[in-house]
């Protein structure tokens, strides 16, 4: 069993940054990917970004290419850097690890982002 524990989120300004961090801990030795989820009130719950851990490999929404970043800090840390933030990405954002085989099946507890225009 892997836990994540989410850190960074917060209230910000249109157009700010913010820094999500995550942290792995547990059976964290059999993750092959991390990512990040996030879910707005009355939407379902969306794909954000992920990073593989072999080789570092990453991909994004569209809608926050350019403007978000996802790193592997080792230690089983994972990061995502938010800038040039909109109120459209208000949303409780999830950390989340998957294994080598199956769907994302580590989830953390959540952090609230909430941009204000």
């Known amino acids: 069993q892997v836990q994540l524990v989410e850190s960074g989120g917060g209230l910000v300004q249109a157009g700010g940054s913010l820094r999500l961090s995550c942290v792995a801990s547990?059976?964290?030795?059999?993750?092959?990917?991390m990512g990040w989820f996030r879910q707005a009130p009355g939407k379902e719950r969306e794909f954000v970004a992920s990073i593989t851990q072999s080789d570092g490999s990453t991909a994004y929404a569209t809608s926050v290419k350019g403007r978000f970043t996802i790193r592997d800090n080792a230690k089983n840390t994972v990061s995502l850097q938010m800038d040039s933030l909109k109120p459209e990405d208000t949303a409780v954002y999830y950390c989340?690890?998957?294994?080598?085989?199956?769907?994302?099946?580590?989830w953390g507890q959540g952090t609230q982002v909430t941009v204000s225009s």
């Open positions: 989340a690890a998957r294994g080598y085989t199956g769907d994302y099946n580590s």
């Open positions: 547990g059976r964290a030795f059999g993750i092959y990917a």
